[in-house]
């Protein structure tokens, strides 16, 4: 029921689906005279509906009203479940999709689901191989606008984004939410699991492959699986032997860039971390995490055989060596085996004749070969 009859009016059209309305520049037909006039905002550039606090204009009325919340902060919106509160009701009804686990877009391709059909929008340019967005200094295609901006901080080197309390600038607005939890300690993405809270998504989200144990990355040589892409990525320099990270000063070579950063303490004689007990001092903070082990007495890695603890993990596998009967170390000279390859370098030295220098090492290798 209406309570005018203009309104009456108004509702038939959604029956009759009549269209008499038609814009003269393209063609485009609406059932009101009113949602005409709002399409030929898009023509003009027209904005009418201007906010009075900081002049930002709207095309339409609607728009103004929900533009007004930032300003007055209101967020009528509730959800039963968590009590986190909203601006628009569209945004917690996607909101209540997380509680339902529900996501109601599907690929017609691939089967994959999302919570919003702008999410499966996107998802289905990967499958059309379209990137319509275009940098005009490098020509790199994406295939969302939002990651071309992100690209273009790149050429233009700004960073405008500034922590208020320690003045670091990043060049997106979500590195900079995300580095203010360094300050405040805050960790929202807690994992349903264990608790386990997380500062980012993405840290969640890897977290969870522990609980699922997916590894979708396979290396092509050993078919030994990980759970992400950087990690079989290092993997792989063990097969290439490929050791790209060189110290400036020893020209020493490593596999990975961290263990190149904690060689060059040797250099500086940098030892940041400092032990609060005892004052013990180390170059890197693993380390220190297992020095403290010491004064806590904790062993936190325990033989599912017979049940002995260890304080590193790297002592676990060595003993597990035990029950599995391995000696992987081999002597390329006797063929004597051993556990650890720490035993193996100590046994090298009857061959070497108690030194294991350049020289020595030189000469071994003539033996071997």
């Not at 085996?337 to 720490?342: C, I, P, T």
Request: proline share 2%; with cysteine; hydrophobic share 30%.
């Amino acid at each position: 029921m209406f309570t005018l009859k203009a309104q009456l009016n108004q509702h038939m059209f959604i029956h009759t689906a009549e269209k008499l309305y038609v814009c003269e520049i393209c063609n485009k037909s609406f059932k009101l005279n009113c949602y005409l006039s709002k399409h030929m905002h898009i023509h003009t550039g027209e904005k009418p509906h201007i906010c009075e606090v900081c002049n930002k204009s709207f095309m339409q009325k609607f728009e103004l009203k929900n533009h007004m919340l930032i300003h007055t902060g209101e967020k009528l919106h509730g959800c039963e479940v968590c009590n986190k509160s909203f601006r628009k009701k569209c945004a917690l009804n996607k909101h209540i999709l997380i509680h339902t686990g529900e996501k109601p877009h599907m690929c017609e391709i691939c089967n994959k689901s999302f919570r919003q059909k702008i999410h499966l929008k996107r998802h289905i340019l990967i499958h059309r191989g379209e990137k319509p967005h275009v940098c005009e200094i490098c020509k790199k295609m994406f295939i969302l606008k939002v990651k071309l901006n992100q690209h273009m901080v790149i050429h233009t080197g700004a960073k405008p984004y500034v922590c208020e309390i320690c003045n670091k600038s990043f060049r997106l607005n979500s590195h900079l939410n995300q580095h203010v939890r360094i300050h405040s300690g805050e960790k929202p993405h807690v994992c349903e699991v264990c608790n386990k809270s997380f500062r980012q998504k993405f840290d969640l989200k890897h977290h969870m492959l522990i609980h699922t144990g997916e590894k979708f990355y396979a290396c092509e040589v050993c078919n030994k699986s990980f759970r992400e892409k950087s990690v079989l990525n290092k993997h792989m320099l063990i097969h290439t032997g490929g050791k790209p990270h060189v110290c400036e000063i020893c020209n020493k070579s490593f596999r990975q860039k961290i263990h190149l950063k904690r060689h060059m303490l040797i250099h500086t004689g940098e030892k940041p971390h400092l032990c609060e007990i005892c004052n013990k001092s180390f170059g890197v903070k693993g380390k220190l995490k297992m020095h403290l082990r010491i004064h806590t007495g904790e062993k936190p890695h325990v033989c599912e055989v017979c049940n002995i603890s260890f304080v590193q993990k790297c002592g676990l596998n060595y003993h597990m060596l035990i029950h599995a009967g391995e000696k992987p170390h081999v002597c390329d000279i006797c063929n004597k085996s051993f556990r650890q390859k720490f035993l193996l370098k100590k046994h090298m030295l009857i061959h070497t004749g108690g030194k294991l220098n350049a020289c020595d090492i030189s000469d071994l290798e003539k033996r071997v070969n």
